[in-house]
C-alpha cells in the first residue's frame, strides 16, 4: 500500500517543497519521510493517534497543526 505522502514526495526533489496539507495526521512512516523531504509545515484535519509525528515533528521543529472542518450549516 503507499501512502498518499509518499506518493506525493514522488512528485517533487528534496528540498523543493516545504508545506504539505493533509486530511489525516501522517503516520509514524510518511512522517519520517516528509522530513527527509524537507517538509517544513504540516496541516491536517483528522488525527491519527497511532501517529509518532507530533513528537517527531518537534525533534525537526516541523510546525504540526490541526485545522479543524469547517462547521456545516
Known amino acids: 500500500m503507499l501512502h ?4 506525493l514526495c ?3 526533489k528534496r528540498g523543493e517543497a516545504k508545506l ?4 489525516t495526521m501522517p503516520c509514524t512512516s510518511c ?20 501517529s509518532d509525528a507530533p513528537a517527531i515533528a ?7 497543526e490541526q485545522i479543524p472542518a469547517p ?3
Open 4 to 7: 498518499a505522502e509518499v506518493n
Open 10 to 12: 514522488s512528485l517533487f
Open 20 to 23: 504539505v496539507a493533509t486530511t
Open 31 to 50: 512522517m519520517q519521510t516528509l522530513c527527509a523531504y524537507g517538509i517544513k509545515e504540516i496541516y491536517f484535519r483528522e488525527i491519527y493517534k497511532e
Open 58 to 64: 518537534k525533534v525537526y521543529g516541523i510546525k504540526l
Open 71 to 73: 462547521e456545516e450549516g
